[in-house]
């Protein structure tokens, strides 16, 4: 199973929005635009090779949610997923440096990394600042406690 990490976007312009800063502030290139999502590559700094892309909807948002069902990523409505790197430990450094630029270029988009949909790393909220979880923890409900106040409700 590969692994994929994740950053999810509260952005009010939806997933153009998202590409474009990424063209912009990145260097990403667009690949291919399909209905749902728009598939981008981009150089990380620690990769000799292309890191892949992906913008689109949040698909893990549960209508509705039942109490035991309730996730960090529930209020932001774009993930970019990051994949590629040559290691897990790349791919983490280098969705981390993209989480990085997103904060520090739109520091006004709440916004979160999670590590394989599993370990939700960091979280930015605008007007609480960012922080990184240590130890790290679930996006899911059983760390609801810790993670409430750093995530958009």
């Known amino acids: 199973m590969s692994v994929v990490d994740s950053v999810f976007l509260a952005v009010s312009g939806g997933q153009q929005e998202v590409v474009d800063w990424l063209v912009e502030g990145v260097g990403a290139e667009v690949l291919v635009t399909e209905t749902s999502a728009v598939r981008l590559r981009m150089r990380g700094e620690s990769a000799a090779d292309w890191l892949g892309v992906v913008v689109q909807p949040n698909g893990y948002v549960v209508p ?71 130890p790290l923890i679930t996006p899911d409900v059983e760390d609801i406690d810790t993670w409430r106040a750093w995530v958009r409700g």
């Open 64 to 134: 509705d949610p039942e109490p035991d069902e309730v996730q960090a990523m529930d209020g932001y409505a774009i993930e970019v997923q990051v994949r590629g790197g040559g290691s897990d430990d790349i791919l983490h450094r280098e969705a981390g440096r993209l989480f990085e630029t997103l904060i520090t270029t739109r520091p006004e988009v709440p916004a979160l990394l999670v590590h394989n949909l599993d370990t939700l790393v960091s979280a930015h909220l605008p007007g609480a600042g960012t922080h990184t979880f240590d």
